[in-house]
C-alpha cells in the first residue's frame, strides 16, 4: 500500500468515477519525484486540498526550498514576504484582523479565516515553511514592523492595539516550528525582535551557528524611540557567550541591550553595532586589527559602559583625551570618531 493510500484509507469512500491518472494515485517513488520539482507556493496548496494530502506531505517531507524569508508583525496585521531560488520576483501576502475574522490577501485575491492574525500565519506560513526547509537559507527576519511620518517620528500602533501580545504568539509559533524539526536550521542572515535571553537561547538552540554570517537581535518595545543615544539599557542584559563558536560570523547588530560577555569574543567580526557594558584596550585594538585586515567597507559602533584603560588605549592610538569629541585616521581606509561624553566609537571603513 502506497503511502497516499495509508493516509487516505480513513477518510470515507466516495462514489467510483471516471478513471484518470491522478497524483493521489500514483506510486510513491512518483509521487516523491514530482514533489521534488514543485515550490514551495504549490505544496502549501496540496497541503490544503485534504488531510491525506497534508499528511503524506508531512511524511514525505519535501525541501520547501526557500531563500529567505522576512515577517514583519504589527498590532492587527503580518506580513510577509518570501523568495525562491526559482522565483523570478518575491512572493508578497498578508494576513490582517478585522473584528473576529482574519483577512489573509496576495494580490488582488484574498480569503476570509475565523482566526486571529499570528495564529494564521503560524498554521498557514510558518509551518510549511520552515518545518520542512532543508536548503540553507539566505534570510530569515522575523522582527517588529516600524513605520515612521514624514518627520521620522514612529507611527503608532492602531488605537487600543498592542503590537508585543501579537508578535509574542508569533515567536511561541516559530519556536514550536523550529522544536518540530529534526535538523538545525541553517540560515545565513538572522534577524529577530524578542524581550531578552530566555527567547534568545531559545532561538539559537534550533540553528546552525557554524553557518551564521549575519546576527541582529533587536530588543521588542511596545513604543518605538527614535534615538537611543539617551538611553539607559545596562537593565535590559544579554549573555552572548553562545556565540563563542560562530567563526563566520561578519556582522553582529545587537540594538537596545547591554551585552555583558567579553569583547573579545567578538573582536574577529568586521561589522558590530553592540552596547558592551565593559570593554579593554587590547581587546579594541584586536578588533582594529581585524577592521584593518577585513576587505569589508562598512561602519561600527561600539558603545560601553565602562572602559578601565581608555587611557592607555587613546596613547596606544595617539589620540588626545577630549571632554567631547576625537578623531584619529589610522588609514586612507579606516578612521575612528569617539565621542568621549556618550561613550560611543564609531569606526568607519570605506574604499580609498
Same mark, same amino acid.
Request: hydrophobic share 40%; net charge negative.
Given at each position: 500500500?502506497?503511502?497516499?493510500?495509508?493516509?487516505?484509507?480513513?477518510?470515507?469512500?466516495?462514489?467510483?468515477?471516471?478513471?484518470?491518472?491522478?497524483?493521489?494515485?500514483?506510486?510513491?517513488?512518483?509521487?516523491?519525484?514530482?514533489?521534488?520539482?514543485?515550490?514551495?507556493?504549490?505544496?502549501?496548496?496540496?497541503?490544503?486540498?485534504?488531510?491525506?494530502?497534508?499528511?503524506?506531505?508531512?511524511?514525505?517531507?519535501?525541501?520547501?526550498?526557500?531563500?529567505?524569508?522576512?515577517?514583519?508583525?504589527?498590532?492587527?496585521?503580518?506580513?510577509?514576504?518570501?523568495?525562491?531560488?526559482?522565483?523570478?520576483?518575491?512572493?508578497?501576502?498578508?494576513?490582517?484582523?478585522?473584528?473576529?475574522?482574519?483577512?489573509?490577501?496576495?494580490?488582488?485575491?484574498?480569503?476570509?479565516?475565523?482566526?486571529?492574525?499570528?495564529?494564521?500565519?503560524?498554521?498557514?506560513?510558518?509551518?510549511?515553511?520552515?518545518?520542512?526547509?532543508?536548503?540553507?537559507?539566505?534570510?530569515?527576519?522575523?522582527?517588529?514592523?516600524?513605520?515612521?511620518?514624514?518627520?521620522?517620528?514612529?507611527?503608532?500602533?492602531?488605537?487600543?492595539?498592542?503590537?508585543?501580545?501579537?508578535?509574542?504568539?508569533? &515567536?511561541?509559533?516559530? %519556536?514550536?516550528?523550529? +522544536?518540530?524539526?529534526? !535538523?538545525?536550521?541553517? #540560515?545565513? @542572515?538572522?534577524?529577530? *525582535? $524578542?524581550?531578552?535571553?530566555?527567547?534568545?537561547?531559545?532561538?539559537?538552540?534550533?540553528?546552525?551557528?557554524?553557518?551564521?554570517?549575519?546576527?541582529?537581535?533587536?530588543?521588542?518595545?511596545?513604543?518605538?524611540?527614535?534615538?537611543?543615544?539617551?538611553?539607559?539599557?545596562?537593565?535590559?542584559?544579554?549573555?552572548?557567550?553562545?556565540?563563542?563558536?560562530?567563526?563566520?560570523?561578519?556582522?553582529?547588530?545587537?540594538?537596545?541591550?547591554?551585552?555583558?560577555?567579553?569583547?573579545?569574543?567578538?573582536?574577529?567580526?568586521?561589522?558590530?553595532?553592540?552596547?558592551?557594558?565593559?570593554?579593554?584596550?587590547?581587546?579594541?585594538?584586536?578588533?582594529?586589527?581585524?577592521?584593518?585586515?577585513?576587505?569589508?567597507?562598512?561602519?561600527?559602533?561600539?558603545?560601553?559602559?565602562?572602559?578601565?584603560?581608555?587611557?592607555? &588605549?587613546?596613547?596606544? %592610538?595617539?589620540?588626545? +583625551?577630549?571632554?567631547? !569629541?576625537?578623531?584619529? #585616521?589610522? @588609514?586612507?581606509?579606516? *578612521? $575612528?570618531?569617539?565621542?568621549?561624553?556618550?561613550?560611543?566609537?564609531?569606526?568607519?571603513?570605506?574604499?580609498?
Amino acid at each position: 500500500m502506497s503511502l497516499f493510500n495509508f493516509f487516505s484509507c480513513c477518510i470515507p469512500s466516495r462514489p467510483p468515477k471516471e478513471e484518470h491518472a491522478f497524483l493521489l494515485n500514483m506510486p510513491d517513488v512518483v509521487t516523491d519525484e514530482i514533489l521534488k520539482n514543485l515550490d514551495f507556493a504549490t505544496i502549501r496548496k496540496l497541503r490544503k486540498v485534504c488531510h491525506a494530502f497534508r499528511d503524506y506531505i508531512d511524511c514525505v517531507k519535501p525541501d520547501s526550498n526557500l531563500k529567505w524569508i522576512n515577517l514583519e508583525v504589527k498590532a492587527d496585521m503580518i506580513f510577509v514576504l518570501l523568495s525562491t531560488p526559482s522565483s523570478t520576483k518575491d512572493n508578497e501576502f498578508f494576513y490582517k484582523e478585522h473584528d473576529l475574522l482574519c483577512l489573509m490577501q496576495k494580490g488582488p485575491r484574498d480569503a476570509i479565516f475565523e482566526n486571529n492574525c499570528a495564529d494564521l500565519c503560524v498554521d498557514d506560513f510558518l509551518w510549511p515553511a520552515l518545518k520542512h526547509q532543508k536548503s540553507l537559507l539566505d534570510e530569515l527576519c522575523v522582527i517588529k514592523m516600524v513605520e515612521f511620518d514624514e518627520n521620522d517620528q514612529p507611527v503608532p500602533q492602531n488605537p487600543g492595539r498592542l503590537v508585543v501580545p501579537t508578535f509574542d504568539k508569533v &515567536f511561541d509559533g516559530l %519556536i514550536k516550528v523550529l +522544536e518540530s524539526r529534526n !535538523r538545525l536550521l541553517q #540560515v545565513e @542572515s538572522l534577524a529577530i *525582535s $524578542l524581550h531578552g535571553q530566555e527567547q534568545l537561547m531559545q532561538l539559537l538552540r534550533h540553528v546552525d551557528l557554524k553557518v551564521l554570517k549575519r546576527l541582529a537581535v533587536h530588543r521588542l518595545v511596545e513604543i518605538e524611540q527614535i534615538s537611543e543615544y539617551s538611553e539607559d539599557n545596562s537593565e535590559f542584559v544579554l549573555d552572548l557567550d553562545i556565540l563563542k563558536d560562530c567563526k563566520n560570523l561578519e556582522e553582529l547588530i545587537v540594538s537596545c541591550f547591554s551585552i555583558s560577555s567579553s569583547f573579545r569574543m567578538f573582536t574577529h567580526i568586521p561589522s558590530l553595532t553592540v552596547n558592551m557594558q565593559t570593554i579593554y584596550c587590547e581587546d579594541v585594538l584586536r578588533f582594529i586589527q581585524t577592521l584593518k585586515n577585513s576587505k569589508a567597507y562598512d561602519l561600527s559602533e561600539i558603545r560601553f559602559g565602562q572602559f578601565p584603560d581608555k587611557s592607555r &588605549f587613546l596613547k596606544a %592610538i595617539g589620540l588626545a +583625551e577630549d571632554d567631547v !569629541r576625537s578623531f584619529h #585616521v589610522f @588609514s586612507s581606509e579606516l *578612521s $575612528l570618531t569617539f565621542y568621549h561624553d556618550l561613550k560611543i566609537m564609531d569606526f568607519k571603513k570605506c574604499s580609498s
